[in-house]
């Protein structure tokens, strides 16, 4: 089986600081892990995935993501939050097979406070 | 610009009605994912397709819930007969297995409401 969890129902920051929304994973096999992010009204959108390789991982509007194997964990970061960057966050895993679909978790909310 | 194309985007409709969901995957992907997002349970899956073929739909119950993709250019789930519980948004995906994209690329969902 395979589950993720998002311990953060809610998270909030100010603009101009660090954030980090929290997730840990449980799979069997090597992990697919991926970072989606959902405005009000809109369907999720892709930020970014770790397959292999460099455990920091890079995606859209300035976020990064770091795979930790021993922690199972794959928490997304931001150095900087804006205001624009308020939403729904949801982590996601699958193994590498394929056989199976994403398994998403609850989701965090990001508030980001002007 | 490939997306992932739904219809409708919203249905309100009466308990006991048929409704049927239709979702355009981007075109040359294999898989195709519905998903039901409520705020209760949060986002689930419904049904999973590979090449056509359904693969999970051991989240789907199935005494009103049916999915098929009649092609490679539609997927349709169908609620028969609606009830208000049923009432959510449905999100079609859908992605490539077997290749270095890996994520899945999401519809805008249609808003189902059952009165």
């Known amino acids: 089986a395979q589950s993720v969890a998002q311990p953060e129902d809610q998270v909030n920051v100010a603009e101009g600081n660090p954030l980090t929304v929290k997730c840990t994973y449980s799979v069997s096999g090597n992990p697919y892990l991926f970072w989606y992010v959902q405005y009000p009204n809109r369907g999720l959108q892709f930020l970014l995935k770790y397959i292999t390789g460099d455990n920091l991982v890079k995606g859209s509007y300035g976020f990064e993501a770091e795979f930790n194997k021993s922690q199972t964990s794959f928490h997304l970061k931001k150095p900087s939050a804006l205001v624009s960057d308020s939403a729904l966050y949801f982590c996601a895993v699958r193994d590498d097979t394929g056989r199976r679909a994403l398994t998403f978790g609850s989701g965090t909310r990001l508030q980001v406070q002007p | 610009d490939a997306r992932v194309t739904q219809t409708p985007r919203h249905k309100v409709t009466e308990m006991g009605q048929e409704v049927t969901m239709r979702c355009q995957p981007i075109l040359g992907h294999n898989t195709v994912f519905w998903y039901r997002q409520t705020m209760m349970q949060g986002l689930e899956l419904l049904a999973y397709?590979?090449?056509?073929?359904?693969?999970?739909d051991s989240g789907m119950p199935k005494d009103r819930f049916s999915a098929e993709m009649p092609d490679a250019t539609l997927a349709t789930l169908k609620i028969q007969p609606s009830e208000p519980r049923d009432s959510a948004v449905y999100f079609c995906a859908s992605g490539l297995v077997g290749s270095s994209v890996n994520e899945q690329f999401f519809g805008p969902g249609t808003r189902l409401t059952v009165l």
């Open positions: 397709f590979r090449n056509r073929a359904p693969l999970d």
